[in-house]
């Protein structure tokens, strides 16, 4: 799935500095499991310096960005099933 260029320059900022973080970005975009990844970026324990303030920046809004497209494909889902039990199709 292409990344929406809203975000695509926050990736890019990532990339720069942390290219395998970046590129799992790149790779797991329209998943559940980035969210997860995301999440354990934030609450990274082991790093207690943390991530550059434009960097963590970038993640968030990011993180924001893929939850809003994973709650509309949560959506769509769950309206199809509506639609295929009223119409009696399980």
Not at 21 to 31: A, E, F, S
Request: hydrophobic share 40%; no cysteine.
């Amino acid at each position: 799935m292409k990344l929406p260029a809203k975000i695509s320059h926050n990736v890019k900022t990532i990339i720069e500095l942390y290219p395998r973080i970046g590129n799992r970005i790149v790779l797991l975009w329209g998943t559940p499991e980035l969210q997860n990844y995301l999440n354990s970026l934030i609450d990274d324990k082991e790093k207690p310096e943390g991530f550059p303030q434009h960097i963590a920046t970038a993640i968030l809004l990011i993180q924001e960005e893929h939850g809003k497209l994973i709650l509309e494909s949560h959506d769509k889902s769950a309206n199809k099933r509506i639609v295929r039990n009223q119409a009696g199709i399980l």
